[in-house]
């Protein structure tokens, strides 16, 4: 039997660094409205639209995407605001989803300011028992890092389990996304914090998935974000219930991609249905 999902809406809250006028990484602090606890409406690109400090970076937040070109659009508009509002001093966005700042600014009150709110560990987790984790502190490096996170809302739950199916969520999206794009943009330091492998926060529209760089904000990049997105829905709607259960029916400690790779390799010969995995070429390349 095949259970079928639909992903109804992608949102995002990317985090952007702001770099001075010799390209070195400079606090946002000076540029940023509004808090973690009180996000700043930006009425010129319209309701849904949010900024706020997020340690020495910009945080934007986007309204709910239901297709292709306007999470494109979305992502495109809220960049482009912080691109203006921080060239008016000649200031720019860096691309780089880790940057390295000079020790009077990590020293600030801002730079030791982390987030308090736990994730969850999906490869760490099983569909009878959720492992949360703190969010990381960095106080003790010189880089701060900066993240795209994917709020992915569907509408089923695969095996009628809603822990079951972010589970099944997150760790395709390190499959389908987080092992390719550091394939194109390597970050170590973020997978190593922020960005490890499998890192979601359970919501109750559907799941966030936390391991992807800013890097991949940029608009060239953007249709290759939703697309590997989909292909989890894809992958999810074209394999049989057994197979996906094979996926997320154990947990496991990981701290790289050629652990997972291992993991999904093992898996996937297993498989039932083989049909699946031709269909998904990319995916036998990948491991």
């Not at 309204?63 to 482009?80: A, G, M, V, W």
């Not at 703190?134 to 701060?144: A, S, W």
């Not at 190593?192 to 109750?204: A, V």
Request: with cysteine; hydrophobic share 35%; aromatic share 14%.
């Amino acid at each position: 039997m095949k259970n079928k999902i639909k992903f109804i809406t992608i949102g995002s809250d990317p985090e952007f660094f702001v770099l001075d006028p010799q390209g070195n990484p400079y606090p946002a602090t000076l540029f940023a409205k509004g808090n973690k606890n009180n996000p700043s409406p930006i009425e010129s690109l319209g309701k849904g639209f949010f900024e706020q400090r997020d340690n020495l970076s910009f945080e934007g937040n986007i309204p709910q995407s239901s297709t292709k070109d306007e999470f494109i659009t979305n992502i495109s508009k809220l960049r482009q605001y912080f691109i203006n509002k921080v060239s008016e001093f000649d200031y720019s966005l860096s691309n780089n989803g880790v940057e390295y700042f000079a020790k009077r600014y990590l020293d600030t009150p801002e730079g030791q300011e982390f987030g308090c709110s736990e994730v969850v560990s999906s490869w760490d987790s099983t569909n009878r028992k959720l492992i949360s984790r703190p969010t990381p502190k960095l106080h003790n490096v010189k880089y701060r890092v900066s993240g795209f996170h994917i709020h992915i809302g569907y509408d089923n739950f695969i095996f009628d389990n809603k822990i079951a199916t972010d589970i099944l969520i997150g760790r395709l999206f390190d499959l389908f996304v987080t092992i390719p794009s550091q394939i194109i943009k390597p970050e170590p330091e973020r997978i190593q914090s922020y960005g490890k492998y499998g890192m979601i926060r359970i919501k109750h529209y559907g799941v966030e998935c936390r391991t992807l760089s800013t890097f991949f904000t940029q608009e060239s990049k953007l249709s290759w974000v939703w697309d590997q997105v989909m292909k989890i829905e894809q992958f999810i709607n074209s394999t049989y219930n057994a197979d996906l259960m094979m996926i997320v029916d154990k947990a496991y400690i990981t701290g790289n991609d050629k652990q997972i790779k291992r993991i999904f390799k093992s898996i996937i010969n297993n498989f039932n249905d083989t049909k699946t995995i031709e269909n998904f070429n990319e995916i036998k390349e990948l491991l």
